[in-house]
């Protein structure tokens, strides 16, 4: 249970982290080697960039999760606060099914017989995975969002 | 574009997608296509140049799902579905550039495209990218010796990183959209490319020599979603593969046309004064003895057997 | 008919507050849906593989390389060498605020993080001296906006890669039309300042002082000479300098200024990581819309329909200018640049106007809406530092606004200004 809550509070901060250092460390690294041993790291631009596919989807999923997507509120302010938080879920509900309709397709994409035998250029890992990115940040967002939502529908009830 | 999708005359639509810029060859030889085939009334031809639908891979895949027509990748981005196109790009394999287009129209070349077809791919046939030549601010390369610790931009394709590695260079694969930049100040010395990139990139304003190197030899190939093409006539398929052929010899042309002049421009331009160097054959065979290593480590990647075939139509196309 | 629903969907899905980024992916989910334009498998491959670029990873890399700076002191100690060199002068904290915000610029990539940066210094540090909240907070936000016109620049970034062109010609562009805002932006604070009347507290000149500070700022005053000259110098391409960026802070941070600590490390990596997710959540998904734009042949019909009204470039580039003050007001700047680029570059290309410049104009007019409301990053963030209402912030800065009005046009009109650094430094 403890282990339940701490992922649940930590697991987009903890991996982005992660993630960030990895391909910030291998950057860095291939700087360094090119200028010290005048010879570069053949795979570490293919590396760095699926780290970086991989942290971008999780950085959407954490911008979820603390509510800090760019979003124009200057219209909606307008609303009785009641209609206002009506709306907010409204909309959460809209982006719960384009996110659910994203991962339905990002693994219909996985599944592909045309994915099935393709390999990345360099590194020669299969290609799926590189496309798991999409419907992984999407399905974490999606629990992140179905989370604030029960939170609005909580904070509509208590008004 | 209204009822695009279901007009009553059943005039079908190709969308072609490609990397290249506008003005480069590539594109134009699409636009003959479009001219000579939309002549025909049957098809409507819109092209999308500059990666407008996704880089190569992406469009391949774009493809196989039909929702792009026609895909323009370079040969490289084929080996996943016909493994032995990785043979193309390696160094001084062909002898000439009719060496190379020989093989590739010829029983070789028609093989591996026939390979595309279970991954349902149609190939078209091959359309010229050119030969690369090696581009530097340092010193007139004339020999492999001449590269020693040269800062060198190549392909993402590790083939050609090994390559030059291996003749001695510090050789980088890195993004061709910085390459200009990365140039001018110094952050690589040379890069290789065939003449219309040097030229159309303007990388002799920041280039001090051209060595005509030649060595490798790049096409595009052209594939098709096979289900279209399944879906056509057999008086439809001829119109296409007619369009299409005169593209390609609209296209060599083209090519053979502009490559010396752009060539006669570099060498005459007086702001940015390059020195064009050609290598006479025995220059040359160094460069040939140089690669071997680098062939025979693809040799064994790739598999002997295949390798040998290949080695061999060579050999039998330049008879 | 599409593009008109796709444009009237996105604008409507954002002004019911749906986040700009997923407002350009559902727009164009619900288009393709109506019209069967193409399928959407075609548009999920865009949203990978648009994120799948080099010089992207810069955008990320210059965010921490700005956090790591500012967590470890490199901001604190810059704002104390041009207080030494500036602060005695009658209102000179105004002056010390602008050319610290412009130092910060040289380091950091984006405004709102460069308003945080020195705002959050200056503004307190103003109101201790007997400035005005109205006036520290406009002048704190209006000079935030050099933070992306200085390179490094996210802005630049996002077009060079929109638009193909070089990033190193695009950031070195930016170097002088940024310096003019400085001025700019101190001429009008000192028109302020002495129509306000303040009485305000200023330090006295010192060279002890000045030589005292400068040592401890040497470090960070060294980072954009780093950067900078790493690019021109050839040592570096733009993304691999964010990566220098990145370890030079992380040196400068830990083991010269030890103001940063290393359990803090994690905590400046994840504040990063959170711009970054809602920075490239709107190049995912803008990736969508675009192809549709592109399918529905959009730019080409625009460019016709801009030529057709007038074929003298003054006019056009007016008509655009106009155009893209209005939409820097509603729209959030990455997601401006991305779905913009392809369709006005067409146009101004015909007309003959240099990409790079373009790239130049385009910034700062979206730097612009910046600062105004209602959808204007440098406000907030300010008015989060020092309380002050969007309202009267938004009054504050109009004095500023018009010169930002004036130098924008003298920027588009004087093509020079911008070309000159890149012709001398890159040839082109
Ligand atoms: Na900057
Ligand atoms: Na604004």
């Not at chain 2, 799902?65 to 990785?86: H, K, Q, R």
């Amino acid at each position: 249970m403890a282990t339940l809550n701490w992922l649940n509070e930590n697991i987009e901060r903890f991996l982005s982290i992660v993630l960030f250092m990895l391909f910030s460390f291998l950057m860095i690294l291939n700087v360094l080697m090119l200028y010290i041993t005048q010879s570069a790291i053949a795979w570490a631009s293919e590396a760095v960039l699926t780290i970086f596919v991989f942290f971008v989807w999780i950085g959407i999923s954490y911008a979820f999760k603390e509510r800090k997507h760019i979003r124009v509120t200057a219209l909606t302010e307008f609303l009785p606060v009641k209609w206002r938080k009506i709306l907010e879920v409204i909309v959460s509900i809209m982006i719960i099914l384009f996110f659910c309709l994203l991962i339905k397709v990002g693994i219909d994409w996985m599944s592909e017989p045309s994915v099935q035998n393709k390999t990345s250029l360099l590194l020669k890992y299969p290609m799926w995975l590189f496309y798991f990115s999409a419907p992984l940040g999407a399905a974490l967002s999606t629990v992140r969002i179905v989370q604030n939502t029960f939170e609005d529908i909580r904070s509509l009830r208590s008004e | 574009s209204e009822g695009s999708s279901s007009s009553a005359d059943e005039v079908k639509t190709i969308k072609v997608g490609h990397g290249a810029s506008e003005s480069y060859h590539m594109n134009r030889a699409w636009l003959k296509f479009e001219e000579v085939l939309e002549e025909e009334g049957d098809f409507e031809v819109e092209i999308y140049p500059s990666s407008q639908f996704g880089n190569d891979a992406e469009m391949i895949e774009n493809v196989k799902t039909g929702d792009l027509t026609i895909a323009t990748p370079p040969s490289s981005f084929l080996t996943d579905e016909a493994p032995s196109m990785a043979l193309i790009e390696l160094p001084y394999v062909f002898p000439t550039r009719e060496a190379a287009l020989s093989t590739l129209s010829g029983e070789w070349g028609q093989a591996q495209l026939t390979e595309l077809e279970d991954d349902g791919l149609y190939g078209m046939g091959y359309l010229e990218n050119g030969l690369r030549h090696i581009t530097n601010s340092k010193l007139p390369i004339r020999k492999p010796e001449d590269l020693n610790g040269l800062k060198l931009r190549t392909m993402e394709v590790p083939a050609h990183v090994y390559l030059w590695n291996d003749l001695g260079a510090t050789a980088e694969g890195a993004p061709f959209a910085e390459l200009y930049n990365n140039l001018s100040t110094g952050r690589f010395d040379g890069q290789e490319n065939p003449v219309a990139h040097i030229y159309s990139q303007k990388f002799y304003e920041v280039q001090s020599y051209l060595s005509l190197t030649g060595h490798v030899y790049t096409t595009y190939v052209p594939v098709m979603n096979i289900d279209f093409w399944n879906s056509l006539d057999e008086e439809e398929q001829q119109k296409i593969d007619s369009a299409y052929q005169a593209a390609q010899e609209y296209q060599l042309q083209l090519i053979a046309d502009e490559e010396s002049e752009q060539l006669k421009e570099i060498k005459n331009n007086t702001e940015f004064p390059t020195e064009v160097i050609e290598l006479n054959d025995s220059e040359k065979q160094a460069f040939i003895k140089a690669a071997q290593p680098t062939l025979d480590h693809y040799r064994d990647e790739l598999g002997s057997e295949e390798f040998d075939k290949f080695i061999e139509s060579i050999k039998n196309s330049t008879k | 008919m599409e593009a008109l629903l796709l444009f009237g969907l996105l604008f409507f899905l954002i002004a019911i507050g749906v986040p700009i980024a997923i407002s350009l992916g559902m727009s164009s989910v619900i288009v393709i849906m109506l019209f069967d334009t193409t399928t959407l498998m075609f548009q999920a491959r865009s949203i990978v593989t648009s994120i799948n670029s080099y010089p992207l990873l810069a955008v990320p890399l210059f965010i921490l390389a700005g956090d790591l700076m500012y967590s470890g002191g490199l901001s604190k100690r810059i704002i104390a060498f041009v207080d030494s060199l500036v602060g005695h002068f009658r209102g000179g904290l105004a002056y010390v605020n602008v050319l610290a915000s412009t130092f910060f610029a040289a380091i950091s990539g984006s405004s709102p993080a460069t308003v945080a940066a020195i705002g959050s210094n200056m503004i307190p540090e103003m109101e201790k001296r007997e400035y005005s909240k109205e006036y520290s907070t406009s002048l704190t936000a209006a000079s935030g906006m050099i933070g992306v016109m200085i390179p490094p620049s996210i802005p630049f970034i996002m077009y060079g890669i929109s638009a193909e062109q070089s990033v190193s010609a695009l950031f070195i562009a930016g170097v002088i039309p940024g310096l003019l805002f400085a001025v700019g932006f101190m001429m009008t604070a000192y028109i302020l300042y002495i129509k306000s009347g303040f009485v305000t507290v200023s330090g006295a000149l010192s060279l002890t002082t000045t030589v005292h500070t400068f040592k401890k700022a040497f470090w960070a005053l060294l980072a954009p000479v780093i950067i900078l000259g790493g690019i021109y110098g050839g040592i570096f391409s733009p993304t691999e300098a964010a990566a220098v960026a990145v370890f030079y802070s992380l040196i400068v941070g830990i083991f010269i200024y030890r103001d940063l600590k290393i359990r803090d490390i994690p905590n400046v990596f994840a504040k990063s990581a959170l711009t970054t997710g809602t920075v490239l959540s709107l190049v995912v998904f803008a990736s969508t819309f675009g192809r549709i734009l592109a399918l529905e042949q959009v730019p080409t019909n625009l460019a016709n329909f801009l030529t057709n009204i007038s074929d003298n470039p003054i006019i056009i580039l007016l008509l655009i200018n106009i155009f893209l003050l209005f939409v820097g007001m509603f729209m959030e700047t990455i997601a401006s640049i991305i779905i913009l680029t392809p369709i006005l570059l067409p146009v101004v290309m015909q007309l003959g106007i240099d990409p790079v410049l373009f790239g130049v104009i385009l910034t700062v007019n979206l730097a612009i809406g910046f600062c105004t409301p209602p959808l204007g990053v440098n406000l907030f963030v300010a008015s989060g530092i020092s309380g002050l209402s969007i309202e009267k912030l938004s009054k504050a800065i109009l004095p500023y606004f018009v010169i930002m009005i004036a130098l924008l046009l003298l920027i588009s009109y004087v093509p020079s200004i911008s070309l000159y650094l890149p012709d001398l430094l890159i040839g082109k």
